[in-house]
């Protein structure tokens, strides 16, 4: 499988954001930013492994990948992979070496190059601006009639009792319009999908709702009741992923009710953020 120029441009980007979605031993996605994945050569990608422990182990465990990029146009891919293993030298460690990021940084280095093997690419979805804006107003109206009506179902009985699954900080960030964002989820043969989307708001500290034309594209593979991993990627930057179920639409609107946090970015890396401390 080989990629055109265009994604080969996009992915090029030093700082265009990127995600990679992975699965665990038992098939739970993760979805977190890896902006170092860059092309290595038509059919492969390469990574820095750099900063990304949970992700490490997953790939481990299971060799089945995904990678979304999305431009500052708002154009976006997804790509399917099989993850080859990591390299302490050679080649793709020296590619790693060379880039911007850590060519001009005393501080930062990666212990190995992660190498994937590009299996499919789907077709770039691009989403203008203006759809954009009323995507992400219509979540905002949407958010506000589930609310007052009680429309959405809950993810576990007694959830309107739980402890917020996102603190403050978090919800923040979601409720940016500027922040971009992932998701992950399992398709029907056991793949992680990962697909970016900007139309992401929380309803509270213990959902979210997806309304853009980027995850209608997916809507219909996802199956309601389904874990599904969120990432969150800002300006700053920094980063979280939350985990959940995905509930199915309502109103147009996907709905996510939420059950972890973690940081994905320092100095809280990987830190799991919904227990009391």
């Known amino acids: 499988m080989t990629i055109d120029a265009e ?7 030093e700082m265009t954001p990127k995600f990679m979605g992975t699965l665990d031993a038992l098939g739970v996605p993760n979805c977190v930013p890896v902006t170092t994945t860059t092309v290595f050569d038509e059919h492969s990608l390469v990574f820095g492994e750099f900063l ?46 060379r880039s ?8 930062t280095s990666i212990r190995a190059a992660g190498a994937i093997r590009i299996e499919s690419v789907s077709a770039k979805t ?44 978090v919800i923040e960030k979601f409720a940016r319009f500027s922040a971009v964002r992932a998701l992950t989820y399992v398709n029907e043969k056991g793949y992680p999908v990962t697909f970016a989307t900007v139309a992401c708001v929380p309803a509270g500290p213990n959902r979210l709702l997806l309304g853009d034309s ?48 973690y940081s994905a970015s320092p100095p809280l890396l990987g830190e799991r953020l919904d227990r009391p401390s």
């Open 100 to 107: 911007p990021l850590f060519r001009y940084n005393a501080y």
């Open 214 to 261: 980027l995850f209608r594209a997916h809507s219909a593979s996802l199956v309601p009741g389904s874990t599904v991993a969120v990432s969150i990627l800002t300006r700053e930057p920094v980063a979280y992923q939350v985990k959940g179920l995905y509930r199915g639409i309502r109103l147009g609107s996907g709905v996510v009710d939420l059950n972890e946090c």
């Open 52 to 97: 990304m422990n949970k992700t490490r182990k997953n790939l481990l465990a299971c060799d089945k990948v995904s990678v979304a990029v999305i431009t500052e146009s708002f154009d976006t891919w997804s790509i399917q992979g099989a993850f080859l293993g990591f390299e302490t030298a050679g080649d793709r460690v020296d590619f790693i070496n």
């Open 126 to 169: 691009s989403l203008s601006k203006g759809h954009y804006l009323c995507d992400f107003l219509r979540c905002i109206t949407v958010r506000r009639f589930l609310r007052a009506n009680n429309r959405a179902p809950q993810s576990v009985p007694g959830a309107a009792d739980r402890a917020p699954i996102m603190p403050r900080s």
């Open 7 to 13: 994604l080969m441009r996009a992915l090029a980007g």
